[in-house]
């Protein structure tokens, strides 16, 4: 089993800053891509963010240049630094990782419960 626990989410005032974490722990052998979804209501589940193992980084074009993705490998965590926000960044957002566990070996994708993030004055 593994599960992911995200933290940091809030209220905070347009303009604001917040930073997202999420902890990876159980039977995991590795860790390949990490990533931030964001759903708000009425709306699909969206990328946000994601990083591989080696850093490489991609981002929804809606949070370039505001939102910065990070990753601690010898931790298993995540983090989203999400700077500059909006009103319609307001949505919950999801961890996600590609994990291969250990017995047995194999890949799978996990999420984690969501953290609710709220941008208003």
């Known amino acids: 089993q593994v599960q992911l626990v995200e933290s940091g989410g809030g209220l905070v005032q347009p303009g604001g800053s917040l930073r997202l974490s999420c902890a990876a722990s159980?039977?995991?052998?590795?860790?390949?891509?990490m990533g931030w979804y964001r759903q708000a209501p009425g709306k699909q589940r969206e990328l946000v963010a994601r990083?591989?193992?080696?850093?490489?980084?991609n981002y929804a074009d809606s949070v370039k240049g505001r939102f910065t993705i990070s990753r601690d490998n010898a931790k298993n965590t995540v983090y989203l630094q999400m700077n500059s926000l909006k009103p319609e960044d307001t949505a919950v957002y999801y961890c996600?990782?590609?994990?291969?566990?250990?017995?047995?070996?194999?890949?799978?994708?996990?999420w984690g419960q969501g953290t609710q993030v709220t941008v208003s004055p």
């Open positions: 996600n990782g590609v994990v291969t566990t250990t017995l047995p070996l194999r890949e799978y994708d996990y």
């Open positions: 159980g039977s995991i052998f590795s860790i390949s891509a």
């Open positions: 990083i591989t193992k080696v850093g490489t980084t």
